[in-house]
Antibody, heavy 123, light 107 residues
Framework: EVHLEQSGAEVKKPGESLKISCKGS????????IGWLRQMPGKGLEWMGI????????RYSPSFRGQVTISADKSINTAHLQWSSLEASDTAIYYC????????????????WGQGTLVSVSS | DIQMTQSPSSLSASVGDRVTITCRAS??????LAWFQQKPGKAPKSLIY???SLQSGVPSKFSGSGSGTDFTLTISSLQPEDFATYYC?????????FGQGTTVEIK
C-alpha cells in the first residue's frame, strides 16, 4: 500500500530555519516524483515545487523559487522541504504528494498525499 | 499560468441529492484534469484523473466528464461522508494549478 508519512507539526519564530520531511513506502520511491503543496489557513491549494527522487532533479513554482529548497534522499525514501529564514506568512499546512514520471518529466497529477505538516510561525 | 475557476463556490444539498460541480479552464487542457476531495482537517484525496477516470478505490457514485475547457464532477447520491470541499486541478502544463474549491454543505 502506498503511504506518505510526513513529519510532525512545528512551531517556529520568524527568522528561524526549518526542514520538514516526507517518507514514502509501499512503492519504488526512486521512480516517482514528490511534489510539495501549500495550504494557507482557510485557503486553497498551491503547488510549490517537485523533485524526482531518483536523481534529485527539481522544479519550482516561480512563486516559491528562492523561498524554499526541496531535496531528497533516496537511500531513506525521504523528501524534504526547507526554509532558511521563516516568515509569519509561511504559516500553513504543507503537503507532500506523489506524481508519476513521464519520460523524465512529472505528470503533475498527484495520486497519493501525505497527511500534512502544520507549520506555525509567530513571534 | 492556466486559471481554473470552479462554480459554485459552495452549495447546500441533502442526503440522496445528485450534485454537480463545474470547473472551467482559462485555456484548452484536453483531459488533463483531476478532482480532489478534502474533508476538514484532512489531506486532499484523489478522486478522478484524466477528467473521467476513477482513482483506485473511489466509489462509482463519483463521476467526471468534460474536455477542453469545461468539466464537471457529479456525485450521484450524496451521502453524509461526501460533505467536503472539492478541488479541480489542471496538469497539462507547468505550473499545475487548482480551482478555488467548492464546499458541499448539509442542507
Amino acid at each position: 500500500e502506498v503511504h506518505l508519512e510526513q513529519s510532525g507539526a512545528e512551531v517556529k519564530k520568524p527568522g528561524e530555519s526549518l526542514k520538514i520531511s516526507c517518507k514514502g513506502s509501499g512503492y519504488s520511491f526512486s521512480n516517482y516524483w514528490i511534489g510539495w503543496l501549500r495550504q494557507m489557513p482557510g485557503k486553497g491549494l498551491e503547488w510549490m515545487g517537485i523533485i524526482y527522487s531518483g536523481d534529485s532533479t527539481t522544479r519550482y513554482s516561480p512563486s516559491f523559487r528562492g523561498q524554499v529548497t526541496i531535496s531528497a534522499d533516496k537511500s531513506i525514501n525521504t523528501a524534504h522541504l526547507q526554509w532558511s529564514s521563516l516568515e509569519a506568512s509561511d504559516t500553513a499546512i504543507y503537503y507532500c504528494a506523489r506524481s508519476r514520471d513521464r519520460s523524465g518529466y512529472p505528470t503533475y497529477y498527484f495520486d497519493y498525499w501525505g497527511q500534512g505538516t502544520l507549520v506555525s510561525v509567530s513571534s | 499560468d492556466i486559471q481554473m475557476t470552479q462554480s459554485p463556490s459552495s452549495l447546500s444539498a441533502s442526503v440522496g441529492d445528485r450534485v454537480t460541480i463545474t470547473c472551467r479552464a482559462s485555456q484548452d487542457i484536453s483531459e488533463f484534469l483531476a478532482w480532489f476531495q478534502q474533508k476538514p482537517g484532512k489531506a486532499p484525496k484523489s478522486l478522478i484523473y484524466g477528467a473521467s477516470s476513477l482513482q483506485s478505490g473511489v466509489p462509482s457514485k463519483f463521476s467526471g466528464s468534460g474536455s477542453g475547457t469545461d468539466f464537471t464532477l457529479t456525485i450521484s447520491s450524496l451521502q453524509p461522508e461526501d460533505f467536503a470541499t472539492y478541488y479541480c486541478q489542471q496538469y497539462i502544463s507547468y505550473p499545475p494549478t487548482f480551482g478555488q474549491g467548492t464546499t458541499v454543505e448539509i442542507k
